[in-house]
C-alpha cells in the first residue's frame, strides 16, 4: 500500500513541474533546445580594503569580481595605472612614504568594465606617525596675462606639515605654504607646477597643475607687416612671369590645391623651389623664416631634405621627387593689413599661414615624412619630424590602459587630409564626428594629459611667437581641454602599419597616421593633419 501511494505522489509531482514548465508529459521526436547567451559586465563583490602599514612592510590589495569569459585587471595609483599590476591582487613588498595613495583596479571582459572603490594606503613610521597623504590636488589654471594665479593642496599627516612647490621640477624661492599664488602672470610663469608636502614620518609629492598663460595681442599684427616686408622682397627678385604665377587672387577653390601626393600627381600653386635661382631661394627663405619658428623653418628643409633622400638614398625619380619640387605661392596680395595666404606646399609638407583673418591660423597644415625618422645626407643629419612622432610616442604608451580611448574600426589614411576629388584639400564646412571621438581629456591622468598637451604643442611650436602663443592659449584653455577627446586605433605605437591617434577638441583637431612605406617599402612613414575648426585658411573657409 505504501509503494503505490508513494508512486502515486511521484506521478502527481512529474506531472506538476512539467506543466509549471511549460512542458508536456509525452514523449517527442523533437527533443532540439536552444539556448542564447550573452556576455555580463564584471561586477565586484569583494572591494579593495585601505591598509596601515609600518614602512618597510609589505601591503597587498585584492579585489574578488564576476562576470563572463576571461577577466583583466589594470590597478591604479592616483589614477594612474600601475605597470605590470594585471591580475586579482596587488602587492607592495616593500613599503616607503611615496606608497601612500589611492589605490584602485579596473575590471574589464569583452562585455565592459568598472572600477573599484578606492582605497587607502596609509604608510607610518615605527613611532606611529603619519606619512603626509593629499586629499586635494592643486588644479590646472589658464588665464589672460596679467591676471592672477593660485594653487593649493590639501593634505593630512603627524606632526607639522611643511610644503615646498616646484615650477617644472625646479624649487620655487620662498614658496613654502600649503598655497602658492603669481600676482600678475606673463608668458614665462606657464608651466607645471607640484607641492612636496612632508614631515618628520615622510614626504609626498601632489599631481601637477599646468599653467596656460593666454597672451592678448592686439587687433594690428606685427608679424603680418615683417611677412609683408618679407614677401614684397621676395616679389622684386622675380621676373614678371614668375611674379604672374606665384601671385594668385584669393579664393578657397585655388587655396585647396593642396596635396600628400607629389607635385607630378597633384598640381602644385606658385612656383617650384627648382625654378628659382639662387638668390631667389635665399629670398624665399628669408620670408619662411620670417613667417615661422625657426622649429618651423627647419621643419620645412628637413622635409626639403627628405624628399632628397628618397632620390639621393633609396633610388626614387629626381622628376617626381626631391627639394626642387616644392613650391611657394600667394593667394591673395601680400598685405600688412589685407588678407592674404602664404602657401608653402610639397609631397609631404603644406603649410598655408593666413595674415590678417578672422584668426590666426596656419591650417590646415600637413606632415608626412619618409623616411619616417633620422638620415644623413651630404653630410647633415635630418630627422624632420621627431618632436611631433616622439610626442605621438609617448602618448600612444599611455593611452592603451585607457580602455575608453580606443576606437572601433581601423584607419589607413588621415580622415581629414587632402582626400577631396582629386587628391586635394576637400569642400567645406567638414563634417567632424560627434560620436566614436575617443576618451574625454578629463578622464586622464595629470601626467598623461600633459603628453596630449605635448603633441598639441609639437604642432603649435612650428609657427611664430605670435601665432603660437594665441593657438595655444586657445587650445589649452580649461574650457577648452574640457571639450577635447583623445583616441587610438592600433596597438598605440608609431611602429607599425596601420596604427592611428586623434586630438579632437573644440577648435584643434590633429590627425597621426602610421602607414606603410612607399619608396622606402620595406619600412613605414607617416601622414598627420593639424585642422582649426574654425580657423582653417584663417577662418575664410568656415565664416
Not at 351 to 369: C, D, E, M, Q
Not at 397 to 409: D, I, K, Q
Request: charged share 10%.
Amino acid at each position: 500500500m505504501f509503494a503505490r501511494t508513494l508512486a502515486w505522489l511521484c506521478s502527481v509531482l512529474m506531472l506538476s513541474l512539467v506543466a509549471a514548465c511549460g512542458g508536456s508529459s509525452s514523449s517527442s521526436t523533437d527533443d532540439t533546445s536552444t539556448t542564447t547567451t550573452s556576455g555580463t559586465a564584471p561586477s565586484i563583490t569583494t572591494q579593495p580594503a585601505s591598509l596601515t602599514v609600518v614602512a618597510g612592510g609589505s601591503a597587498t590589495f585584492s579585489v574578488v569580481a564576476s562576470g563572463s569569459g576571461t577577466l583583466s585587471y589594470q590597478w591604479r595609483k592616483g589614477g594612474a595605472a600601475i605597470s605590470g599590476a594585471t591580475v586579482a591582487s596587488y602587492t607592495i613588498a616593500v613599503t616607503s612614504a611615496d606608497d601612500a595613495a589611492s589605490y584602485d583596479v579596473v575590471v574589464t571582459n569583452s562585455a565592459g568594465s568598472v572600477t573599484s572603490s578606492a582605497a587607502t594606503l596609509t604608510v607610518t613610521t615605527t613611532d606611529g606617525s603619519t606619512v603626509p597623504t593629499i586629499s586635494s590636488q592643486p588644479a590646472s589654471l589658464s588665464v589672460a596675462a596679467g591676471a592672477s594665479a593660485s594653487f593649493s593642496v590639501t593634505a593630512t599627516g603627524s606632526g607639522t606639515l611643511a610644503y615646498q612647490w616646484f615650477k617644472d621640477g625646479t624649487a620655487i624661492s620662498g614658496a613654502t605654504a600649503a598655497s602658492y599664488s603669481v600676482s600678475s602672470t606673463t608668458s614665462s610663469d606657464a608651466g607645471s607646477y607640484t607641492v612636496t608636502v612632508s614631515n618628520s614620518a615622510g614626504s609626498v609629492t601632489s599631481s601637477a597643475a599646468v599653467l596656460t598663460v593666454t597672451v592678448t595681442t592686439s587687433s594690428s599684427s606685427a608679424l603680418a607687416a615683417d611677412a609683408t616686408t618679407a614677401a614684397q622682397a621676395f616679389i622684386a627678385t622675380l621676373s614678371s612671369s614668375q611674379q604672374s604665377s606665384v601671385q594668385l587672387s584669393w579664393n578657397l577653390t585655388t587655396a585647396r590645391q593642396w596635396s600628400n601626393l607629389p607635385a607630378s600627381m597633384v598640381s602644385r600653386n606658385g612656383l617650384a623651389w627648382k625654378s628659382l635661382s639662387t638668390a631667389q631661394q635665399t629670398a624665399a627663405r628669408a620670408l619662411i623664416a620670417t613667417a615661422l619658428s625657426s622649429t618651423g623653418n627647419m621643419l620645412h628643409q628637413g622635409m626639403q631634405a627628405a624628399d632628397d633622400a628618397l632620390v639621393s638614398l633609396y633610388g626614387a625619380s629626381s622628376s617626381t621627387y626631391g627639394s626642387g619640387n616644392y613650391y611657394i605661392a600667394f593667394v591673395g596680395t601680400p598685405s600688412a593689413t589685407g588678407y592674404w595666404l602664404l602657401q608653402l606646399t610639397g609631397h609631404h609638407l603644406t603649410y598655408n599661414i593666413a595674415f590678417n583673418g578672422t584668426v590666426k591660423s596656419p591650417t590646415p597644415l600637413f606632415l608626412g615624412v619618409e623616411p619616417k625618422g633620422s638620415f644623413t645626407l651630404n653630410g647633415t643629419t635630418w630627422d624632420p619630424m621627431l618632436a611631433q612622432r616622439t610626442a605621438v610616442s609617448e602618448l600612444g604608451a599611455v593611452l592603451t590602459s585607457y580602455s575608453g580611448a580606443l576606437l572601433s574600426g581601423t584607419y589607413s589614411d588621415l580622415l581629414f587630409g587632402a582626400n577631396g576629388s582629386g587628391g586635394i584639400d576637400g569642400t567645406y564646412p567638414k563634417s567632424y564626428p560627434t560620436t566614436n571621438r575617443g576618451l574625454a581629456y578629463s578622464s586622464l591622468s595629470a601626467a598623461d594629459q600633459a603628453k596630449v598637451q605635448a603633441v598639441i604643442t609639437a604642432y603649435v611650436n612650428t609657427q611664430a611667437t605670435e601665432y603660437a602663443d594665441d593657438l595655444l592659449g586657445a587650445y589649452l584653455s580649461s574650457t577648452a581641454l574640457a571639450q577635447t577627446y583623445v583616441a587610438y586605433s592600433g596597438t598605440g605605437t608609431v611602429t607599425s602599419n596601420g596604427n592611428y591617434f586623434r586630438i579632437d577638441g573644440p577648435r584643434v583637431w590633429i590627425e597621426f597616421s602610421v602607414q606603410r612605406g612607399v619608396i622606402v617599402s620595406s619600412d613605414i612613414h607617416f601622414h598627420t593633419i593639424w585642422r582649426d575648426k574654425t580657423g582653417d585658411y584663417g577662418g575664410k573657409c568656415c565664416s
